[in-house]
């Protein structure tokens, strides 16, 4: 799954300037949980990009 960005992927962070926005990232992981199959766990590989531009 590839989930693009046109806005700006970082904020301020705890312990440097810059850092990528949690937001982004759970809702990324909210994707690709949701393509799980509990019926057939062979069938649980699911990957993700964030792309930004």
Not at 28 to 43: F, G, K, N, T
């Amino acid at each position: 799954m590839i989930d693009t960005k046109f806005t700006n992927v970082h904020g301020p962070g705890w312990y440097r300037e810059q850092s990528m926005k949690a937001g982004n990232v759970y809702q990324l992981c909210a994707y690709l949980r949701s393509q799980e199959r509990h019926h057939d766990p062979r069938a649980n590989s699911a990957d993700g990009l964030l792309l930004h531009p």
